[in-house]
């Protein structure tokens, strides 16, 4: 418990960082309906032991001192995380794990075939975390997979991404990478040799050739793939000879 008390610390730490790097919410969770670094208070533990007997399940212990020392929900992987109060967290929740057998043991994505029954409603023992993109997040809180997030795209792909503590932490750190590449891509010019711009990005790079026939390749950095410098063909990094025709802005939003 204690171990768990100093990483949700450390977390709630990042998330400050967040906030300084980020203060107007315009690089990550931009939107209204998105978290804007803001958390909801935490749960006491006889609030969440209640629940587990109301409820007859067992939180895994990640998720219970996520709500003990960060808080019931807010900032966190895509949009947000739910409430822990919200009805939309709890509307899979009963008393026996009922997964289908092709679903207990995702160890990385399993696809339905179109003719197939989405099982996703039939699996009870969850809890909703929150939209992503076009699908939803849900904890499962029962069964083989306990412990473990799993992500729906509401059409044929269920996904597992790991264990909650370890999938809110490299959300975290990757939000950090994020908006620090995304203050150093922003200092780059367009008379700029590669080596200042490599410099100052201080990070891995790649140079996407695409297609012979176009006039243009692009310059594209790790910890920010939705930013890309568009470059003459006939660049030559060793000599410097390197001309930039555009600079393309990261659109920032939700990670």
């Known amino acids: 418990m204690d171990n768990y008390k100093e990483f949700w610390q450390n977390i709630i730490q990042k998330i400050e960082d967040l906030k300084k790097l980020d203060p107007k919410c315009k690089i990550i969770a931009s939107a209204k309906h998105y978290h804007q ?5 935490a749960v006491s533990a006889n609030t969440i032991i209640t629940f587990e007997k109301e409820n007859k399940v067992n939180l895994p212990e990640s998720y219970r001192t996520y709500l003990q020392y960060y808080g019931a929900g807010g900032a966190g992987p895509a949009d947000y995380i739910s409430s822990f109060f919200s ?10 794990s009922t997964y289908p057998s092709h679903v207990e043991a995702i160890t990385n994505c399993y696809f339905l075939s179109e003719d197939e029954e989405h099982p996703i409603n039939k699996l009870h023992g969850l ?16 069964g083989k997979e306990h412990g473990l997030v799993w992500y729906w795209d509401n059409d044929y792909t269920l996904c597992n991404n790991g264990p909650f503590d370890q999938w809110y932490s490299e959300w975290v750190d990757k939000a950090l990478l994020y908006v620090k590449s995304y203050h150093n891509y922003n200092k780059i010019s367009q008379n700029m040799k ?22 243009f390749h692009i310059l594209t950095f790790e910890h920010l793939p939705d930013a890309s410098i568009r470059i003459l063909p006939d660049y030559d990094i060793n000599k410097e000879n390197f001309t930039i025709i555009d600079i393309h802005e990261p659109r920032g939003g939700g990670l």
Do not use: C, W
């Open 87 to 96: 009805d939309a967290l709890r509307s899979n929740i009963v008393t026996a």
């Open 194 to 215: 590669f080596s200042e711009i490599k410099a100052i990005m201080g990070t891995k790079y790649k140079i996407n050739n695409l297609e012979d026939k176009l006039s």
């Open 37 to 41: 670094y803001q958390r909801l208070p």
């Open 127 to 142: 809890l909703s975390l929150g939209h992503s993109g076009l699908g939803n997040n849900y904890l499962v809180i029962n």
